[in-house]
């Protein structure tokens, strides 16, 4: 592979593991309901699950299909508790407060963003979900410093594959004109961005052990840097 003229990267499940963070965060904040209400944690689990999944198919492909608040929103509607919006404000917090004590950097993160910013290839984060959620997720991962700016599928309308995430950057962000790689944990949402907007596409490899690695994104960058 050719040096890349930027890098385009996803971040949840490339950057960090998400499916710890997930679980840990669901699990705080199902207790906390358990608790306020008195109810059994299995029922709890059951009525989340079930409104998760009607926002998700309400709402499609649009950013907010990944809203917390929406989600903890709607368990508390189907538990008869529609006017408790405090505390569905207050479960979004603390799934998030969780999820983001829980994140670590996926091995090669910090080699692959300190070779990139050596060999001057800018490095754009392209993913679905909310602005602020995906920004403290950035800010957590205290990356801020070695990428040359965001695109979340909130300012896209819909998420990867649909989104305009490349017309963006383009227009916002000075995204170079040339080939470039993208990075990413999905074949559908990384891969079918990396089609459309005429760009190599590198898988990493939470399919084979569950735990994503740039590790071999980075050995691969170091070579194309070194055949010039
Ligand atoms: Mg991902």
Known sequence: ????????LDLDDTMYGYATCHAAATEA????MADRYSLQLETIKEVFAKSRLATKKRLGSAAA????????????ENLGLANHLDFALQLEATY???????????????????LCRQEAIPVFVMTDLTAQIQIRKLSRLQVLDHISGLVTS???????????FFGYAREHLGLPDGRGWVIGDDVAKDGGLAQSSGNDFLLVGKQLDRSPSLIAVHKKLVAACTIR
């Open 65 to 76: 299909s990944h809203s917390r608040l929406l989600y903890f929103k709607l368990t508390l």
């Open 1 to 8: 592979m050719t040096r890349p003229a930027f890098i385009a």
């Open 154 to 164: 909130e300012e896209v309308l819909e998420d990867k594959p649909a989104g305009d």
């Open 96 to 114: 998030w407060g969780t999820f983001i004590r829980k994140m670590v950097r996926a091995p090669g993160l910090t080699e692959l963003l300190e």
């Open 29 to 32: 904040a199902e207790l906390a």
